[in-house]
């Protein structure tokens, strides 16, 4: 998800190797014994968009078979700036007049996730600043999340028509004490205490450290030792103290459950339970209640099926009014007020919900087996 919503017309990089032009959007060139990827959109914070995705598809692809990477590095060329997520105003423009272009460019992005995934070399993604939708899909399955001390995780697609994509929801929901439900539903930001703390970072490390570590995987130092070296335990979130009170309210078997465990809570998280349920009013009915099947039914899939589940609700989501009024309220107008349709949980039926979840008749996102990703072409 972009919170800025910029739109790129630059022509999609090559990922050739050797020196990059500055002005494009991503940067992907190996460096000694390291292939690097260089979000360089900082006008957009670094937003990406599907030629930006395509590019680094392809340089992951080429490295794979590549002995002489070591390790592939994500980074970010703007100081305090990582990744806002996708580009949603190029989601939204194609939707309209080129819905078929956008259902193969969530595809791609689906299958860009697999693929980290499925990657068989060390990568580190070196992260200070906001890392949301778009931004948590290509760093969230790599071996080592480096968090600087701006670090904030992210998945606010509630607030916008959408739900956590990019194969989240099999992360989060496998996190403790309902926290994953609690972060998909809300789009609460992580301060890299928290992340640590549920392992969506492996390392937190200062800023200023990053051209250290870069420096070491293009010199192929073992990833592990260069990381734990500088590694700064950041010791206890604020998320800490709300477990109990979010394991209460967030273990709710309905999206209206929660709101009225939210209601009832006292004491001292009475102020944050009053701040979650206004905030929760604001996003849209049909996307908390997408967002808590989804959730729900997770701890039953592996990552590729929850990225076909994935694919089959953001192409439903193409063809419904939320996506397309959540962007107008938020990027075009700014507003601060879509009109959700419908507008109350009440009105968003069980039948509605499985609808967006239910296989495609136009065609199942088609992901390899693991075994075939890791496998190296003649």
């Given at each position: 998800?972009?919170?800025?919503?910029?739109?790129?017309e630059?022509?999609?990089?090559?990922?050739?190797e050797?020196?990059a032009?500055?002005?494009?959007?991503?940067?992907?060139?190996?460096?000694?014994?390291?292939?690097?990827?260089?979000?360089?959109?900082?006008?957009?914070?670094?937003?990406?968009?599907?030629?930006?995705?395509?590019?680094?598809?392809?340089?992951?692809?080429?490295?794979?078979?590549?002995?002489?990477?070591?390790?592939?590095?994500?980074?970010?060329?703007?100081?305090?700036?990582?990744?806002?997520?996708?580009?949603?105003?190029?989601?939204?423009?194609?939707?309209?007049?080129?819905r078929?272009?956008?259902?193969?460019?969530l595809?791609?992005e689906?299958?860009?996730?697999?693929?980290?995934?499925?990657?068989?070399?060390?990568?580190?993604?070196?992260?200070?600043?906001?890392?949301?939708?778009?931004?948590?899909?290509?760093?969230?399955?790599?071996?080592?999340?480096?968090?600087?001390?701006?670090?904030?995780?992210?998945?606010?697609?509630?607030?916008v028509?959408?739900?956590?994509?990019?194969?989240?929801?099999?992360?989060?929901?496998?996190?403790?004490?309902?926290?994953?439900?609690?972060?998909?539903?809300?789009?609460?930001?992580?301060?890299?205490?928290?992340?640590?703390?549920?392992?969506?970072?492996?390392?937190?490390?200062?800023?200023?450290?990053?051209?250290?570590?870069?420096?070491?995987?293009?010199?192929?130092?073992?990833?592990?030792?260069?990381?734990?070296?500088?590694?700064?335990?950041?010791?206890?979130?604020?998320?800490?103290?709300?477990?109990?009170?979010?394991?209460?309210?967030?273990?709710?078997?309905?999206?209206?459950?929660?709101?009225?465990?939210?209601?009832?809570?006292?004491?001292?998280?009475?102020t944050?339970?009053?701040?979650?349920?206004?905030?929760?009013?604001?996003?849209?009915?049909?996307?908390?209640?997408?967002?808590?099947?989804?959730?729900?039914?997770?701890?039953?899939?592996?990552?590729?099926?929850?990225?076909?589940?994935?694919?089959?609700?953001?192409?439903?989501?193409?063809?419904?009014?939320?996506?397309?009024?959540?962007?107008?309220?938020?990027?075009?107008?700014?507003?601060?007020?879509?009109?959700?349709?419908?507008?109350?949980?009440?009105?968003?039926?069980?039948?509605?919900v499985?609808?967006y979840?239910?296989?495609?008749?136009?065609?199942?996102?088609?992901?390899?087996?693991?075994?075939?990703?890791?496998?190296?072409?003649?």
């Amino acid at each position: 998800m972009d919170e800025n919503g910029g739109h790129s017309e630059k022509p999609a990089p090559t990922g050739g190797e050797g020196a990059a032009a500055p002005e494009l959007d991503v940067i992907v060139a190996a460096d000694g014994a390291a292939g690097i990827v260089t979000l360089n959109r900082p006008a957009a914070r670094n937003a990406l968009t599907t030629a930006m995705r395509a590019a680094i598809a392809d340089g992951f692809r080429r490295w794979g078979r590549d002995p002489a990477i070591y390790a592939v590095l994500v980074a970010s060329a703007a100081d305090g700036v990582f990744c806002a997520g996708g580009d949603l105003k190029e989601m939204t423009d194609w939707g309209k007049t080129r819905r078929a272009d956008a259902r193969a460019a969530l595809a791609a992005e689906y299958a860009l996730n697999w693929r980290l995934d499925c990657f068989s070399k060390p990568t580190v993604a070196l992260m200070d600043g906001v890392v949301m939708g778009s931004g948590v899909g290509i760093t969230l399955y790599g071996t080592h999340r480096v968090a600087g001390e701006n670090y904030r995780f992210a998945m606010p697609e509630t607030g916008v028509g959408l739900f956590p994509d990019v194969g989240t929801s099999w992360v989060l929901a496998r996190l403790p004490d309902d926290i994953g439900m609690y972060l998909a539903l809300t789009g609460r930001a992580v301060s890299p205490a928290d992340a640590y703390q549920l392992g969506l970072v492996t390392h937190c490390i200062p800023a200023a450290r990053f051209g250290e570590i870069r420096a070491a995987l293009c010199g192929a130092d073992p990833v592990d030792p260069v990381l734990e070296l500088l590694h700064d335990d950041p010791g206890l979130g604020e998320l800490e103290a709300l477990r109990p009170a979010i394991a209460r309210c967030f273990s709710a078997p309905t999206v209206e459950a929660v709101l009225a465990r939210l209601r009832a809570e006292r004491g001292l998280v009475q102020t944050w339970a009053e701040g979650v349920l206004e905030a929760l009013q604001a996003r849209s009915p049909t996307s908390l209640k997408i967002t808590h099947r989804l959730l729900a039914l997770a701890p039953t899939l592996d990552l590729r099926e929850c990225l076909i589940h994935d694919y089959r609700i953001a192409c439903r989501c193409l063809e419904a009014h939320d996506l397309y009024e959540g962007v107008r309220a938020l990027l075009v107008d700014r507003d601060q007020t879509p009109r959700w349709q419908p507008a109350g949980l009440e009105d968003v039926t069980e039948a509605m919900v499985a609808a967006y979840i239910a296989p495609l008749a136009l065609g199942e996102l088609e992901l390899p087996s693991r075994d075939e990703m890791q496998a190296v072409a003649p």
